[in-house]
Antibody
Framework: EVQLVESGGGLVQPGGSLRLSCAAS????????MHWVRQSPRTGLAWVAR????????KYADSVKGRFTISRDNAKNTLFLQMNSLRADDTAVYYC?????????????WGQGTLVTVSS | EIVLTQSPATLSLSPGERATLSCRASESVNFYLAWYQQKPGQAPRLLIY???KRAIGVPARFSGSGSGTDFTLTISSLEPEDFALYYC????????FGQGTRAEV
């Protein structure tokens, strides 16, 4: 069974940093593109970032480019999201998601999410 | 970026009835449109991808249609567990989601 378990969320002040992790199991992690997707009541669902199977290629939404970094450790089956210069509008539940092998940028498996709150 | 507009915002129906949900794109997304279901406290679940292809394990009562800018998700006969939020998502660059339609009893 595919499992994705996020951690690392919490309360952070504007301008601060957080590092999210996503532990993957139940599939061959280093075969799949992985993503971060966030959801807030204000802006709904929004794609954040994508990384290819060996970690050599990344893409970002314009709203986070230059502030967030997606990475992975295939030896530990773990996906990361380093978030710097956080702003109030980054407040959201952050999900890691596995890409479908039938359609790029479709998300076939999701974690339970971790809440990030940016507030003073 | 492409904006997806879903309608109606809320769909009030009874079990056994047919549900028709709409998603309109601000410009053509070809057939690169997916539908997700989300229940309270859960992550979204992929139902339909590439406009009309059912994801693994999705019941046959869910079907998708459309191309270009206009898409439809149909639930042929609502089961109690189908009352949830539904989102469309397009996968041209950059990928975007609609704002959701709530199917309620």
């Amino acid at each position: 069974e595919v499992q994705l378990v996020e951690s690392g969320g919490g309360l952070v002040q504007p301008g601060g940093s957080l590092r999210l992790s996503c532990a993957a199991s139940g599939f061959t992690f280093n075969n799949f593109w992985m993503h971060w997707v966030r959801q807030s009541p204000r802006t709904g669902l929004a794609w954040v970032a994508r990384i290819n199977p060996d970690g050599s290629d990344t893409k970002y939404a314009d709203s986070v480019k230059g502030r967030f970094t997606i990475s992975r450790d295939n030896a530990k089956n773990t996906l990361f999201l380093q978030m710097n210069s956080l702003r109030a509008d980054d407040t959201a539940v952050y999900y890691c998601a596995r890409e479908s092998n039938m359609a790029a940028y479709n998300f076939v498996s999701w974690g339970q999410g971790t809440l990030v709150t940016v507030s003073s | 970026e492409i904006v997806l507009t879903q309608s109606p915002a809320t769909l009030s129906l009874s079990p056994g009835e047919r549900a028709t949900l709409s998603c309109r794109a601000s410009e053509s997304v070809n057939f690169y449109l997916a539908w997700y279901q989300q229940k309270p406290g859960q992550a979204p679940r992929l139902l339909i991808y590439d406009a009309s292809k059912r994801a693994i394990g999705v019941p046959a009562r869910f079907s998708g249609s459309g191309s270009g800018t206009d898409f439809t998700l149909t639930i042929s006969s609502l089961e109690p567990e189908d009352f949830a939020l539904y989102y469309c998502q397009q996968r041209t660059w950059p990928p975007t989601f609609g704002q959701g339609t709530r199917a309620e009893v």
